[in-house]
């Protein structure tokens, strides 16, 4: 398709908008020209290694020692099981007292919507592998118009343009984010001005020679593109005067036009929709953090070469040199084959062994790289020790890693909860009539009140998940310690320990609140039927007291309606058994055992007075009887 009239192009005619983006990008370009070239050499050395200078002879070895790919495949699993480990992906702590009611169903309901209504699972864990290697991973949160849900896309950090001297890119004064679009994926997005496709493949086309003569900072795949089937679109988010965030796309093989005309970011219009992930925090700068290919390249070199040079080795000494004492002996033609007989006085030439142990000096080398970025291995590595380590030490070195990975997990959290909020934003503002979801096999709804922005959201996330077994372990410890103590929590402690094992768990065996006073009411049903044909029952620590109590007291108060009584046996039995529940409430719960006090208290004394009448009666008759026995002989 040929347009029948071409735009104008001079920069006079750009807009004001789009002349600030694209002056402030090509100072972008230029700054961080050199972290781009990085970053190629590190995505080779990842994938294919960096080859060796010069050959010794045609040939030889030129292996990579995959140390990159290695430490990045073992770190991505921490931030994954971070994510997804426990039975909610985040808590919410209200931040206003009439919301605290709905905490439990605000998480349940967003934990559904990330796990079961969005991309998130898919996308995490690319943006985990953005961030280890290249130093940060970028993340947007967005509102899928097609899909109804909430989306998460992880985006290369290449693509992605901030003004020189950013050092957050959520303070930035503007983003841009490069697409690059087929034919048909243009065509695809309605919001897209359609009528500006054929000027923006011919500007790509001009951009492409011109370039030959240009002295300007251009980069192919993100300025312009080499292949005319490519349509370059910037998306740009702006921050405007009054701290909103104003989004408009353009294409710089076109920049008289926008491709889709400027709005107000239309969910939490003053919260950039970007987060990006840092795999450190140290000096000022949006291009500071470093990948680990960038720390550890170094380190892959030298085994790389120490390895080539193993098989180099490993060549000559399966190739014998021949020597003669005859200088008339050609010792070249010489070759070891079966059967073969050797010329007189031509002997082997002894290389004797290697001067170092090759294997070793790789292993040391690898064990240095894993220490530098801290691969949560307790830290129990042995360097060239042959020495056991003492218990002192290896706890002392196992706390010490165990702090590296935790610092590096909190650094990821701090990202998380960001994401999460913007997730959340965008949640309240789409699903106000989605409200469904479903938790233990039942569709449950959350209350529309807790759609709100006061909530403060925190990943529920630890370091320990790395190692389930470790995180096992420690919650079987604990549940045997705490089990049946009265100042904790047991339906939580118990939560604790199912979710260990796996979170998904906790839905299908713990009993939600009502199943757990059907079974609790069951069980002081039993117990009274005990009491009945006069056998004492039993206080157990894991009882619901409050609920045995409120059972108890029905029992008594139809008892009492209905004229049938209470004998003084069995009152005497449920006296005793309501004060070893009270005293019991009282230590694990004082502020609920004085709520309920003023409704027991007069069960309680009615049992005391048929008791005390049954044993007035039974003294009553037992002096008369004593009275009216016969005297007996002297």
């Known amino acids: 398709m040929t347009p029948t009239t071409e735009p104008n192009t001079q920069m006079t005619d750009v807009p004001e908008k789009i002349r600030d983006i694209m002056d402030g990008a090509q100072a972008c370009l230029s700054e961080r020209a050199q972290w781009e070239e990085r970053q190629a050499t590190w995505y080779k050395l990842r994938h294919s290694g960096l080859k060796r200078p010069?050959?010794?002879?045609p040939g030889a070895a030129d292996i990579n020692w995959p140390l990159v790919d290695m430490l990045i495949e073992k770190l991505k699993p921490l931030f994954v099981q971070q994510t997804f480990a426990n039975e909610l992906v985040a808590?919410?702590?209200?931040?206003?007292?009439?919301?605290?009611?709905f905490s439990t169903a605000a998480g349940q309901w967003f934990d559904y919507k990330l796990r079961q209504d969005s991309n998130f699972e898919d996308e995490i864990v690319s943006i985990a592998d953005y961030m280890l290697m290249g130093g940060k991973g970028i993340a947007k949160v967005r509102w899928d118009?097609?899909?109804?849900?909430?989306?998460?896309?992880?985006?290369?950090?290449?693509?992605?343009?901030?003004?020189s001297g950013t050092v957050k890119l959520e303070d930035a004064d503007w983003v841009v984010q490069v697409h690059q679009l087929s034919r048909a994926a243009y065509k695809r997005n309605k919001s897209y001005d359609q009528n500006l496709l054929p000027y923006i493949q011919e500007g790509n086309a001009e951009e492409e020679a011109r370039l030959r003569d240009s002295e300007k900072i251009e980069r192919e795949g993100?300025?312009?593109?080499?292949?005319?089937?490519?349509?370059?679109?910037?998306?740009?988010?702006?921050?405007?005067?009054?701290?909103?965030?104003?989004?408009?796309?353009?294409?710089?093989?076109?920049?008289?036009?926008?491709?889709?005309?400027?709005?107000?970011?239309?969910?939490?219009?003053?919260?950039?929709?970007?987060?990006?992930?840092?795999?450190?925090?140290?000096?000022?700068?949006?291009?500071?953090?470093r990948g680990i290919p960038e720390r550890v390249a170094s380190m892959q070199m030298s085994m790389s070469k120490l390895w080539n040079e193993k098989l180099d080795a490993t060549t000559v000494f399966n190739r014998p040199i021949f020597t003669a004492d005859s200088p008339t002996v050609n010792v070249g033609n010489v070759r070891m084959r079966p059967?073969?007989?050797?010329?007189?006085?031509?002997?082997?030439?002894?290389?004797?062994?290697?001067?170092v142990s090759w294997d070793q000096e790789i292993n040391t080398t690898r064990l240095t790289a894993e220490q530098l970025i801290g691969i949560p291995d307790a830290g129990l590595s042995?360097?060239?020790?042959?020495?056991?380590?003492?218990?002192?030490?290896?706890?002392?070195?196992?706390?010490?890693?165990?702090?590296?990975?935790?610092?590096?997990?909190?650094?990821?959290r701090l990202a998380l909860a960001q994401a999460f909020r913007k997730a959340w934003v965008i949640l309240t503002a789409e699903k106000k009539r989605d409200l469904s979801f479903f938790y233990q096999n039942e569709l449950l709804n959350l209350p529309p009140a807790a759609l709100t922005e006061y909530w403060k959201i925190e990943p529920l996330a630890s370091a320990d998940n790395l190692n389930s077994q470790f995180v096992y372990r420690k919650k079987v410890e604990r549940f045997q310690l705490l089990q049946g103590?009265?100042?904790?929590?047991?339906?939580?402690?118990?939560?604790?320990?199912?979710?260990?094992?796996?979170?998904?768990?906790?839905?299908?065996?713990?009993?939600?609140?009502?199943?757990?006073?059907?079974?609790?009411?069951?069980?002081?049903?039993?117990?009274?039927?005990?009491?009945?044909?006069?056998?004492?029952?039993?206080?157990?620590?894991?009882?619901?007291?409050?609920?045995?109590?409120?059972?108890?007291?029905?029992?008594?108060?139809?008892r009492i309606q209905t004229g049938e009584g209470v004998p003084a046996e069995l009152a005497g039995l449920l006296a005793n058994h309501a004060n070893l529940h009270f005293r019991q409430l009282q230590k694990k719960d004082p502020q609920t055992a004085e709520a309920l006090l003023a409704e027991l208290e007069p069960m309680i004394q009615m049992l005391g007075q048929i008791v005390g009448q049954a044993q007035a009666a039974a003294q009553a008759a037992q002096l008369e009887a004593g009275q009216n026995a016969p005297a007996l002989p002297n």
């Open 382 to 412: 042995q360097l060239q020790r042959s020495e056991r380590r003492t218990a002192s030490e290896v706890n002392l070195i196992g706390s010490i890693m165990t702090q590296v990975t935790d610092l590096r997990s909190r650094v990821f």
């Open 54 to 57: 010069s050959a010794p002879w």
């Open 145 to 163: 118009m097609l899909k109804g849900q909430v989306a998460f896309d992880s985006v290369d950090p290449m693509m992605i343009l901030v003004p």
């Open 222 to 289: 993100i300025t312009h593109s080499g292949q005319p089937e490519t349509i370059i679109v910037w998306e740009c988010h702006v921050r405007t005067d009054d701290n909103r965030i104003e989004v408009f796309s353009f294409s710089p093989g076109c920049p008289t036009k926008f491709v889709r005309q400027p709005m107000i970011k239309p969910h939490g219009a003053k919260q950039c929709a970007f987060v990006e992930f840092n795999a450190e925090i140290k000096d000022k700068g949006y291009y500071a953090s």
């Open 339 to 355: 059967g073969e007989i050797l010329p007189h006085n031509i002997r082997k030439v002894d290389m004797g062994s290697p001067p």
């Open 485 to 558: 103590n009265p100042d904790v929590n047991q339906r939580n402690l118990t939560r604790d320990l199912i979710a260990a094992g796996d979170p998904q768990d906790v839905k299908f065996l713990l009993m939600d609140n009502d199943t757990q006073s059907a079974e609790q009411s069951e069980d002081q049903a039993g117990e009274i039927a005990r009491m009945i044909i006069g056998f004492p029952s039993q206080v157990k620590p894991t009882d619901n007291d409050a609920i045995h109590l409120s059972i108890l007291k029905g029992f008594v108060d139809r």
């Open 91 to 101: 808590n919410f702590y209200a931040l206003k007292k009439d919301l605290q009611d």
